[in-house]
């Protein structure tokens, strides 16, 4: 069959990924990556078309419908080159590779991915979104590829040469800065950076688009309660306040959209990703601890509960994404005009959320082409007070509101991507599970419990009997060995999960985890994890991920899991592993908080002062509902004996075996052993006693952790 020619269906439609199977039914004749394009480019000798996107992606679904649709720009393609379509979350190391190539390139970079590559898969062109035909500067795909082609026929000899230039650089970029010292100073020096870059206006980082940076949030914490700097927690609460008031938070259905196109988190772009749900809940659980603003805890509720009713399949693991677009429009599924809610509500409900919601007749934003105003409303909370209302929102605001969001589920909903990613819903998992930890909530604890057994029971046996978890599940199929953020996150998952519940099998999956993560991605010559198995050939160079973005590396979560399984255990190999992992991402930081809060925040941790709680015999609520209430980050606590019976407590000791003398003092009566810096102190049978000690144990900075109600 002529490749020119369009076809019914290319070579996209035998995949899994929902982003590649978007792609299923273009003119353009798509290869997913593997051998059989690569083999196809050297036999005709055409350089590759590669683009890399995401399901949910705005800007790929532009590009498609201009281009990739267009039988004209898949004519050019066809002929000249051959092309493969890449989903990023799939495959992230394909991503990360030419990632840096365009970034390099162009200073900058994005979804979607558009770079040309030799048939040896060196790249020498690249760029991120391309229109049809050229304008306003941009170059568009009928000017530019007949130009790739004439140059990779014609200068063939620079073109190699470059592409060799170009590989080279990037290996040179992905050898590791020279370990150091991961000390105190680093956490000063982040917070004097991420201090002088706060927006005291609007919250958050920066100016527009503002994405949210959960984990910038988690240090600025730890770092209030290690020094007591106030203005550290006042960015935090005021960030939180703010993301949650504008049209960023989705005020009838929960959950957060990716980012604020706008500097003051008004007009979103729409689309909602899993891994952002997981890390700002958690950032909200954190604030309610370290606050008491019962308004950080409804919203974390919120974005979860979006989660669990949303984005939970059948097998209990949770789904990945709900898109921007709907009807070929970004947002249209989420907008209101005025009309439309006083033809829905009773007059005195339609005037609430009108003027609750800032709801304005030609509409509360300008369209971006045009900059006209559509009559469309983005819903976010006009009035400052209502912050304080959201604790006790009245009974006709909560009735309108779920007349609202029932006539928007019958409108024409987004594309949901619902294959599963073993790394996202580890993130997940862990916030499941805090959930149910902090708001005493187990209905959480079993969303967390059903994810982590549908991921574990995914893993398969090697040729040589060990496990391998698998990266992605779609249609009853596991597949893709994972990668190091799969183990990472899974295992972050799990250690919160064991918090939540105590029950010791979550414990030694999460060290399961870390022991195959050390023998399939850690450094034997250096330090850090690799983002591939050592089994995995490598896509231009090994990457070692330090760089904390939308979400924390797999080295700052493995730094932290280390840490935690490391005093929760009583393992010196765990602490020495966390040592050097600490050491070359302090190295990679060079003196820089932009990236590195993850990692910072466990540094808080490996610098102490951190305790060791066992709580032996029958647990105290008043003791749990203390220790629930306060933000302490560098507490670790274990049951013993844990629930379950003999099974359980001869795990937990197998685990944890300095854990196996600690036995109630009293029988039948609760005591506690605080335990700190490698010493334990007396155990205590009056709770008050005990919780005296564990204050004075991680006293820092004078910063007294909260209880609900009271205000910083």
Not at 101 to 119: K, S
Not at 131 to 141: D, H, M, N, V, Y
Request: with cysteine; aromatic share 10%.
């Amino acid at each position: 069959m002529d490749a020119t020619t369009s076809r019914t269906t290319n070579r996209l439609a035998g995949e899994q990924s929902p982003y590649l199977l978007q792609h299923q039914h273009n003119p353009v004749d798509w290869y997913p990556w593997g051998d059989e394009a690569w083999q196809r480019a050297k036999a005709e000798d055409k350089p590759v078309f590669l683009s890399v996107g995401y399901s949910t992606c705005h800007w790929c679904h532009v590009m498609e419908r201009e281009s990739f649709e267009d039988q004209e720009v898949a004519d050019l393609l066809n002929r000249h080159f051959v092309s493969i379509k890449v989903d990023r979350e799939e495959r992230p190391e394909i991503d990360q590779a030419y990632m840096e190539v365009c970034q390099m390139l162009t200073g900058h970079g994005g979804w979607p991915l558009t770079v040309i590559l030799t048939p040896d898969r060196l790249p020498f062109f690249a760029g991120t979104y391309f229109p049809k035909r050229s304008r306003f500067g941009r170059a568009g795909l009928m000017d530019l590829l007949p130009r790739l082609a004439e140059v990779w026929r014609e200068q063939r000899e620079q073109v190699t040469e470059s592409a060799a230039q170009i590989t080279q650089h990037v290996r040179m970029q992905q050898r590791t800065a020279a370990p150091a010292e991961p000390d105190e100073r680093l956490l000063r020096e982040g917070f004097h950076q991420l201090s002088t870059a706060y927006d005291d206006r609007n919250g958050g980082f920066g100016s527009r688009p503002k994405f949210p940076q959960p984990h910038t949030l988690y240090f600025l914490l730890r770092y209030w309660r290690r020094t007591g700097e106030r203005r550290a927690l006042r960015m935090v609460d005021d960030t939180l306040r703010r993301m949650r008031l504008g049209g960023m938070f989705d005020q009838l259905g929960g959950g957060f959209h990716r980012y604020s196109t706008d500097e003051r988190w008004f007009l979103p772009h729409f689309e909602k990703m899993l891994y952002d749900q997981a890390l700002l809940a958690i950032a909200y659980l954190e604030g309610y601890q370290a606050t008491g603003k019962v308004q950080h805890a409804l919203t974390a509720r919120s974005v979860l509960d979006y989660v669990r009713g949303e984005l939970t399949g059948e097998h209990g693991s949770f789904y990945s994404a709900d898109d921007a677009d709907s009807e070929g429009e970004e947002g249209k599924f989420y907008v209101w005009s005025t009309a439309e809610v006083r033809e829905l509500l009773p007059r005195t409900q339609a005037d609430l959320i009108i003027r609750t919601y800032g709801l304005r007749d030609e509409g509360n934003f300008r369209e971006e082409a045009t900059g006209k105003r559509t009559g469309d409303n983005v819903l976010y909370l006009a009035d400052e007070a209502a912050w304080e209302r959201l604790a006790n929102p009245s009974p006709d605001l909560v009735a309108a509101g779920r007349t609202l969001l029932a006539a928007r589920d019958k409108r024409e909903h987004p594309f949901r991507d619902d294959k599963v990613l073993t790394d996202w819903n580890g993130l997940a998992i862990a916030a499941m599970a805090r959930a149910a930890w902090v708001l005493g909530e187990p209905a959480y604890a079993r969303a967390a419990e059903d994810a982590a057994r549908h991921i574990l029971g995914g893993a398969v046996r090697t040729p040589e009997g060990k496990r391998r978890l698998q990266h992605r599940y779609r249609n009853g199929q596991w597949d893709i060995p994972a990668y190091l953020d799969d183990y990472a996150y899974l295992a972050w998952g799990l250690v919160e999960l064991y918090a939540a519940t105590w029950d010791p099998q979550y414990l030694g999956e999460a060290k399961a985890l870390v022991d195959e993560a050390g023998e399939l991605f850690l450094d034997g010559g250096a330090a850090g994890y690799y983002l591939t198995a050592n089994d995995t050939p490598a896509v231009l160079a090994r990457h070692r991920p330090a760089y904390d973005g939308a979400t924390p590396a797999g080295n700052s979560v493995m730094l932290q899991v280390l840490l935690y399984l490391a005093r929760l255990l009583g393992d010196a190999a765990l602490e020495e592993t966390a040592a050097s992992t600490a050491a070359m991402l302090a190295g990679e930081a060079g003196g820089s908080a932009w990236g590195r809060t993850h990692f910072l925040s466990a540094l808080d941790f490996a610098l102490g002062p951190t305790a060791e709680v066992v709580i032996a015999g029958q647990v105290d609520d008043t003791v749990l509902s203390k220790l629930r209430q306060g933000f302490e980050p560098n507490l670790t606590l274990m049951r013993t004996p844990p629930p379950g019976g003999p099974d359980g407590a001869e795990q937990l000791s197998r685990l944890a075996p300095w854990t196996k003398a600690l036995a109630p003092v009293d029988s039948g009566k609760v005591t506690i052993y605080v335990c700190s810096s490698g010493e334990c102190r007396l155990p205590s049978g009056d709770p008050a006693e005990a919780l005296s000690t564990l204050e004075s144990v991680l006293a820092r900075g004078g910063a007294d952790a909260k209880s609900p109600g009271t205000e910083p």
